[in-house]
């Protein structure tokens, strides 16, 4: 049965592609993007307007405040995802993007978790319940969304190579999903028994598993030291060598984006830079207010 339904799907496929238009639509998508990447240099495409751009210059406010709070209580964090491949590329915000990343070591994360749901709420901003996966901050009635994400490392001279970290990853991931509810005591032994001891010398850096597995690595030299970018006009912290941190993730990141650019649009059912306008919130005003919380 299962080789005859096999034949069939293999004998229809051409037919459906050939009545959905498929190729047609795939051979005009290819001609697009081959002339926005050979034609257009990414990095002089206009800037978002309307509701989006409010929403973008609101999140430069909620990055402003919240990388304030954590410079004053000492808590090192830098750019991360699409936050850094718009300061960097665009020195802002990427022209279609709607919310924000930045990144922290692990023993930055968990100080963050102490200090930050205090501090946020002088500013009325919002923030999830602990968990070693995200930290997500947001002032969700103007549809303003912050993540700050943990970095772990491992001791460099305990993997094999890039495929070997990524197996002790992916095995990790799968234990962490069915065991995410012991204490952190226990997950911390499993961790390091499934993809070894952290190390503070030879150190190999990688996205939180908890979060998700990606597979890709970091040489400490990539990161460390930080330096300071410019983003939407406020300067804040970017891993050391942004082009190599910025390959490894995306690989050619002067590129135009393959699929969705609004990776937030539909949250519950709507688009979240039109928050503001179903809240009744006039958000120049709204921006206004935010550029005046000062941390002490």
Same mark, same amino acid.
């Given at each position: 049965m299962k080789k005859l339904l096999r034949f069939i799907i293999e004998k229809l496929r051409p037919i459906i592609r050939e009545i959905a238009g498929w190729d047609e639509l795939k051979e005009e998508t290819a001609t697009i993007r081959y002339v926005l990447d050979?034609?257009?240099?990414?990095?002089?495409?206009?800037k978002a307007t309307g509701v989006l751009?409010?929403?973008?210059?609101?999140?430069?406010?909620l990055l402003r405040i919240v990388c304030e709070i954590l410079t004053? $209580?000492?808590?090192?964090?830098w750019l991360g995802y699409g936050t850094l491949l718009g300061a960097?590329?665009?020195?802002?915000?990427?022209?279609?993007?709607?919310?924000?990343?930045?990144?922290m070591t692990r023993d930055n994360y968990n100080k963050a978790w102490e200090v930050l749901p205090e501090e946020l709420k002088k500013y009325d901003i919002n923030n999830n319940e602990p968990n070693p996966q995200r930290i997500a901050i947001s002032i969700w009635k103007a549809g303003l969304i912050l993540d700050i994400f943990p970095v772990d490392n491992v001791d460099v001279r305990t993997v094999k190579d890039l495929n070997d970290?990524?197996?002790?990853?992916?095995?990790?991931?799968s234990y962490y999903k069915k065991h995410k509810n012991d204490t952190p005591e226990s997950l911390k032994a499993a961790k390091e028994k499934i993809i070894g001891p952290e190390s503070s010398d030879n150190p190999i850096?990688?996205?939180?598993v908890e979060f998700g597995t990606s597979g890709l690595a970091y040489d400490n030299s990539m990161i460390f030291p930080l330096k300071v970018v410019e983003f939407e006009g406020y300067e804040f912290y970017a891993p050391n060598d942004c082009h190599k941190y910025l390959t490894t993730m995306y690989g050619n990141y002067m590129s135009?984006?393959? $699929?969705?650019?609004?990776?937030?649009?539909?949250?519950?059912?709507? $688009?979240?830079?039109?928050?503001?306008?179903?809240?009744?919130?006039?958000?120049e005003k709204f921006i206004e207010e935010l550029k005046q919380y000062k941390v002490d």
């Open positions: 050979n034609y257009i240099d990414i990095r002089e495409f206009p751009r409010q929403c973008q210059l609101g999140d430069a406010e004053k $209580n000492n808590i090192q964090y960097v590329r665009h020195k802002g915000f990427i022209p279609w993007d709607d919310d924000l990343d930045i990144c970290l990524k197996s002790r990853l992916i095995k990790y991931r850096w990688y996205h939180n135009f984006p393959r $699929n969705g650019v609004l990776h937030h649009h539909g949250c519950g059912g709507q $688009n979240i830079t039109e928050n503001a306008i179903k809240k009744g919130i006039d958000m």
